[in-house]
């Protein structure tokens, strides 16, 4: 059974940093596409980053672009996000979520986490 766990979130003031960290199981961590995804209160779910296996290729929506860093560490099966020059706007629960077998396209996912807590203070 595919899983997927987030950790790392938590209280930041704007400005500081984060890295969340997206722990699978379950499946070969070798062939994937897992992307970050964000949702705001009163929002809708947005993707804000994307990596696949293939060649480690990572694609970020213009929101955070420049600001957070997408990477992966096979050894430990973790997929990590870090936030850096973090602002209020950033406030949000985050997902990852992952495709199994898909090596050339972010979308779509099979899988998702239950989320972390991403609050930045102003």
């Known amino acids: 059974e595919v899983q997927l766990v987030e950790s790392g979130g938590g209280l930041v003031q704007a400005g500081g940093s984060l890295r969340l960290s997206c722990t699978t199981s379950g499946f070969t961590f070798e062939n994937y596409a897992i992307g970050w995804f964000r949702q705001a209160p009163g929002k809708e779910r947005e993707g804000i980053a994307c990596?696949?296996?293939?060649?480690?290729?990572?694609y970020y929506d213009d929101s955070v672009k420049g600001r957070f860093t997408i990477s992966s560490d096979s050894a430990k099966s973790t997929v990590y996000l870090q936030m850096n020059s973090l602002k209020p706007e950033d406030t949000a629960v985050y997902y990852c979520?992952?495709?199994?077998?898909?090596?050339?396209?972010?979308?779509?996912?099979?899988?998702w986490g239950l989320g972390t807590q991403v609050t930045v203070s102003s």
């Open positions: 990596i696949l296996s293939n060649d480690l290729s990572t």
């Open positions: 979520a992952a495709e199994v077998g898909r090596t050339t396209s972010c979308y779509p996912y099979a899988y």
